[in-house]
């Protein structure tokens, strides 16, 4: 029988770290300096690392590595979140000091989302034992998409299907009312431009969702483990997006490994029932090409910066 002390703890904990969140550090709204969104990001590992020895003094090894597997799989799918958090926020010119809070309810908004989806892919994985292929096969062919997505264009507000539900339910301002999500003007409420803001981001984390819940899967079928390690990462993931805004430019085959990782939890998916490679594996073989994609994009912009500064220093001399 299934306890549900361990999950009634863990979202407690989830709803007061959310809690302090925006309603000590970020009562008001104030542009995110890339210190504090440093602070934030080692907050949340630190507390993600504590979980998962947790996980590993009372469930054992195999459990804890398939928890830091599954972290890391989250962590480095939700970068991918973070390219178009950049390219929606810059295409609808979403103020800075606004952001934190767009991204807040985000992540709100997907941690139900992410929940009822595990529940849904628990029962679908432990009474259809074909979908595992499925799956596999879908992750192979996602990963592929993402070779072939150059990922430089933010989606349209006006084809995504949420936003003109949205619309058809109530007028929207013709801009931002500040903070506000809704606004009433001449007795009628309205929402504002940062609603439809919202409404896009959450969109599109409920299609990465559908492509990174099954990878993890793949590397488990505890759903408490499944669930926990997802949520950490998605905890995370707006810290990440203030630390990495501006960087991401510089890592070019990020988004190669990514797909590669990919692949390679979906290779693992098709193979479950003629080989199956165990958590430690799996790890190494994930951080192993994360490593290599991070060290090769820091020597490939070091040569950039090279060659941009060779002309300037010829000119010197």
């Known amino acids: 029988m299934i306890s549900v002390i361990p999950w009634a703890a863990f979202l407690a904990f989830v709803f007061l770290m959310l809690a302090i969140d925006l309603g000590v550090f970020h009562r008001h709204a104030h542009v995110v300096q890339r210190r504090e969104a440093l602070a934030w990001s080692a907050v949340w590992i630190t507390l993600a690392l504590a979980f998962n020895a947790g996980v590993y003094y009372f469930q054992g090894a195999d459990k804890g590595l398939q928890w830091t597997t599954g972290y890391l799989i989250e962590k480095s799918l939700s970068v991918d979140n973070v390219f178009l958090f950049i390219l929606i926020f810059s295409a609808f010119a979403v103020p800075p000091q606004f952001q934190h809070r767009v991204l807040f309810w985000g992540i709100v908004g997907a941690l139900i989302m992410r929940g009822v989806l595990i529940a849904v892919g628990a029962a679908v994985f432990t009474y259809l034992h074909f979908a595992i292929y499925v799956f596999g096969a879908f992750l192979i062919l996602t990963g592929i998409k993402f070779l072939r997505d150059t990922g430089d264009h ?13 619309r058809r339910v109530r007028p929207v301002t013709p801009a931002y009312e500040g903070q506000k999500f809704f606004s009433r003007n001449n007795g009628v ?20 969702a559908i492509d990174s819940i099954p990878a993890i899967f793949a590397i488990t079928d505890d759903p408490f483990i499944v669930f926990t390690s997802n ?7 707006r810290a990440l997006y203030f630390v990495l805004n501006g960087y991401l430019a510089g890592l ?13 939890v979906g290779m693992k998916m098709l193979l479950a029932d003629v080989y199956k490679i165990d958590s430690l594996a799996s790890l190494g073989v994930i951080a192993s090409i994360l490593g290599v994609a991070i060290v ?4 490939k912009a070091s040569r950039a910066r090279r060659q941009e500064l060779a002309p300037l220093a010829a000119s010197e001399t």
């Open 252 to 264: 070019a085959y990020l988004k190669p490994a990514l797909a590669t990782i990919l692949v390679f």
């Open 189 to 208: 409420l309205m929402m504002t431009p940062l609603f439809l803001v919202l409404l896009l981001i959450e969109s599109t984390d409920l299609v990465f």
């Open 231 to 237: 949520i950490f990462a998605i905890l995370g993931l």
């Open 154 to 166: 933010a989606p349209d507000l006006e084809k995504n299907i949420l936003v003109r539900l949205a």
């Open 296 to 299: 090769a994009s820091m020597v």
